[in-house]
T-cell receptor, first 111, second 113 residues
Framework: DAKTTQPNSMESNEEEPVHLPCNHS???????IHWYRQLPSQGPEYVIH???SNVNNRMASLAIAEDRKSSTLILHRATLRDAAVYYC????????????FGTGTRLTIIP | DSGVTQTPKHLITATGQRVTLRCSPR?????VYWYQQSLDQGLQFLIQ???????AKGNILERFSAQQFPDLHSELNLSSLELGDSALYFC????????????FGPGTRLTVT
């Protein structure tokens, strides 16, 4: 199964940027990098995904290293609502699209 | 609101019983996925259907089965329930294309007593 490595937990102050790292050193050239988050008592929520170049959407930015062995999810201005478990997931560019969730990073926002 | 609906929200039943969980995907999505989330196992993929056909199987027990109907809604059937089946069951849907994002429903919390 595709593996990623994330810190178990991180803390950030409210209204400051948050950089959530993910290591995927064995990624293949065609794997996507997806980020999902799960707020307390809710289902996982799609955040962003990318293949090679950096990506931006209304929720976050995804910075992908040039060698694609790591990526960083950037929340530009954290709010209390961003407190959640964030999952970094590799998905193949073909065939089975199942998501293999690891333990993720539990993000705590300090008011 | 993800656009994916799941019913019921909560289900309490006894060991040995059978239950059916229902999922309606987002409009236009052809793929439906089922995931189980328990405290000790985390979020685990169970099974995927694409346009009515089974496409992938994960850690799904033989006592569990699923299907996707012509209107694309899906049902997950859990039988001979055991205490260890108590968990949150999530349904997700996507366009079914490689790399497509998945949208999750609010989940069904199953408690087996």
């Amino acid at each position: 199964d595709a593996k990623t490595t994330q810190p178990n937990s991180m803390e950030s102050n409210e209204e400051e940027p948050v950089h959530l790292p993910c290591n995927h050193s064995t990624i293949s050239g065609t794997d996507y990098i997806h980020w999902y988050r799960q707020l307390p008592s809710q289902g996982p929520e799609y955040v962003i995904h990318g293949l090679t170049s950096n990506v931006n959407n209304r929720m976050a930015s995804l910075a992908i290293a040039e060698d694609r062995k790591s990526s960083t999810l950037i929340l530009h201005r954290a709010t209390l609502r961003d407190a959640a478990v964030y999952y970094c997931i590799r998905t193949p560019n073909f065939g089975n699209e199942k998501l293999t969730f690891g333990t993720g990073t539990r993000l705590t926002i300090i008011p | 609101d993800s656009g994916v609906t799941q019913t019921p929200k909560h289900l309490i039943t006894a060991t040995g019983q059978r239950v059916t969980l229902r999922c309606s995907p987002r409009s236009g999505d052809l793929s439906v996925y089922w995931y189980q989330q328990s405290l000790d196992q985390g979020l685990q993929f169970l099974i995927q259907y694409y346009n009515g056909e089974e496409r992938a199987k994960g850690n799904i027990l033989e006592r569990f089965s699923a299907q996707q109907f012509p209107d694309l809604h899906s049902e997950l059937n859990l039988s001979s329930l055991e205490l260890g089946d108590s968990a949150l069951y999530f349904c997700a849907s996507s366009r079914g294309l490689a790399g497509a994002e998945q949208y999750f429903g609010p989940g069904t919390r199953l408690t087996v007593t």
